[in-house]
């Protein structure tokens, strides 16, 4: 079949790698793509919020499947414009509906969401320009921290760990008033901190069915030690040693399971991936957030360890056949660092030609292009802040991070940073 995959950063490079790689795909197009889709698939110059244009491209290439990387076409309703549609109601379209997606779109609903079906999560209040004393008057009342979540989306920027209640305060009226994320933070949530470990763990559903793939832990801060600014994630690893079979017994039950019931109960046509960001307070799993797509860089390390056909498991999930696909995972460890232009999450330069992606991968790392280009002189150049991740696989952590480590040593630009630090804490985790 012809498929066409959205989106142009590590995670749609790591998807069309595991696409091309079946022998259900005929024919793979992305869009826009990258350097490395440009490798294994055919990049097209279509704008991922262009519905109709997509659309007409579909036709013409016969596409059977369309599979959307990022959450913006999701919020912005392609599932639905494609379901709608006479002429491409039957081509499945792996990503929820509008209404889905707006547990990404929306903190305040996806909190609505947990508290009607009963789902762990912190202690809220949502406040707007119309409440902001009723909701400085509430920050006044929390314990410290006080965390601040800009109720749209921010490009993973709008939360905030507040450490005092002046600087809480302060932000909260910045957020409302002045509108520190824009249109996002029109609408403010502000949440107990959950004081525990995170991890990430990831469902594919087709609204009914339901498969757990692997969980991973990702790492946010620019800086070693968790420390410095947010950014997109800087690396990841997967499987975690916190997340046992008792503890994944219990997220299975009281949050994946009440999820998937709730959104076959509130009538929300969700065929896609649901990526749950959960906290592990003292053996008990908390939801932090819901985002409606895979996550980056955790795309990158849980991927290459799904052992069944990946095309098969998009499918089922398009046709409300999951229930059918057995899913079977390799038995390595996977370990991603994220390779990051000088300045990010800053201002950072673009263009800067890259180094070393001659030497080929020899089986125990996948290189994953994210923010690359070529120019006219066809060389890979940098294109975003993200720029390249390096996904080592192991029997164990210190293997895979070594072999991701080793990759990375080969590869280079002006300026070019990465964490030294990833997977530190799973390796010296019960020590």
């Not at 749609?12 to 024919?27: L, M, T």
């Not at 039950?253 to 960001?277: A, S």
């Not at 370990?335 to 030497?359: Q, S």
């Amino acid at each position: 079949m012809n498929i066409l995959l959205l989106g142009s950063g590590g995670r749609e490079h790591a998807f069309a790698w595991k696409i091309v790689n079946s022998p259900k795909c005929s024919k793979l197009y992305v869009a826009p793509g990258n350097a490395g889709t440009s490798e294994i698939a055919e990049n097209v110059s279509l704008g991922i919020n262009d519905f109709p244009t997509i659309k007409d491209f579909v036709l013409e290439k016969e596409i059977a499947l369309i599979v959307v990387g990022p959450e913006e076409p999701l919020v912005k309703g392609i599932a639905d414009f494609f379901a709608n549609d006479p002429e491409t109601s039957q081509i499945p379209v792996i990503g929820p509906q509008k209404l889905g997606a707006t547990l990404e779109g929306s903190k305040d609903f996806s909190k609505q969401f947990m508290e009607r079906n009963g789902i762990p999560t912190a202690a809220s209040g949502t406040f707007t320009t119309e409440n902001i004393e009723e909701g400085l008057s509430f920050i006044e009342k929390q314990s410290l921290p006080v965390v601040l979540k800009a109720d749209g989306l921010a490009a993973g920027k709008g939360v905030l760990i507040c450490q005092s209640h002046e600087e809480a305060l302060d932000s909260f009226k910045e957020m409302l008033l002045e509108s520190k994320f824009g249109e996002a933070s029109s609408k403010v949530v502000v949440e107990e901190y959950l004081s525990g470990i995170e991890l990430s763990v990831f469902v594919a559903t087709d609204g009914k069915s339901y498969k757990i793939l692997p969980e991973a832990k990702d790492y946010k801060r620019i800086g070693e030690k968790d420390t410095g600014l947010n950014t997109g994630g800087m690396g990841a690893v997967t499987p975690v040693p916190f997340a046992d079979a008792a503890f994944m017994k219990k997220v299975e039950e009281k949050v994946v399971q009440p999820t998937i019931k709730g959104l076959e109960r509130e009538n929300i046509d969700y065929k896609g991936f649901l990526f749950i960001g959960l906290m592990n307070v003292k053996g008990e799993p908390y939801v932090i957030e819901y985002n409606v797509r895979m996550g980056d860089p955790e795309t990158q390390a849980v991927l290459p360890r799904i052992k069944s056909d990946f095309v098969d498991l998009l499918q089922a999930m398009g046709t409300k056949k999951l229930d059918q696909y057995v899913l079977e995972l390799e038995d390595y460890v996977t370990a991603t660092v994220v390779m990051v232009a000088d300045g990010y999450p800053g201002k950072y330069p673009k263009g800067d030609p890259i180094e070393g992606l001659n030497f080929a991968d020899n089986g125990n790392s996948i290189t994953f292009h994210a923010g690359t280009t070529t120019n006219d002189a066809k060389e890979v150049i940098t294109n975003g802040g993200r720029v390249m991740g390096i996904t080592g696989k192991g029997k164990d952590i210190g293997e895979a991070l070594a072999n991701a480590y080793a990759r990375t040593k080969e590869i280079s630009w002006s300026g070019v940073y990465y964490r030294k630090d990833i997977g530190q804490d799973i390796l010296n985790y019960g020590k």
